[in-house]
């Protein structure tokens, strides 16, 4: 079992920042791939970011490339969302899961095995 729980969400202006946060505990997290994912309102989740086990290799949804990095900290067990020139469109609740260590660059929901309770961030305009 792995346990998550995200921090770091808030509110903030377009254009602005926030770092997303999750940390992790339970089994070795050097042996999952973490994601992050999000959830509108009256939407459907869908992928944000991942990065595989050793942290060498990210990929991103389109919308998201070149504002939000995802990194992680094996010795802290925490995986990150840097955020950077927020828009109105980024407000969601956002969602750190983690996928068996195997799940390199995957974008799909039932690839990921543990999801945290979410953290919601809202970008007013």
């Known amino acids: 079992q792995v346990q998550l729980v995200e921090s770091g969400g808030g509110l903030v202006q377009a254009g602005g920042s926030l770092r997303l946060s999750c940390a992790a505990s339970?089994?070795?997290?050097?042996?999952?791939?973490m994601g992050w994912f999000r959830q509108a309102p009256g939407k459907e989740r869908e992928f944000v970011a991942t990065?595989?086990?050793?942290?060498?290799?990210?990929y991103y949804e389109n919308s998201v490339k070149g504002r939000f990095t995802i990194s992680r900290d094996n010795a802290k067990n925490t995986v990150y969302l840097q955020m950077n020139s927020l828009k109105p469109e980024d407000t969601a609740l956002y969602y750190c899961?983690?996928?068996?260590?195997?799940?390199?660059?995957?974008?799909?929901?039932?690839?990921?095995?543990?999801w945290g309770q979410g953290t919601q961030v809202t970008v007013s305009s």
């Open positions: 899961a983690a996928a068996a260590r195997g799940y390199t660059n995957s974008v799909r929901e039932w690839d990921y095995a543990y």
């Open positions: 339970g089994r070795s997290f050097s042996n999952y791939a």
């Open positions: 990065i595989n086990w050793s942290g060498t290799s990210t």
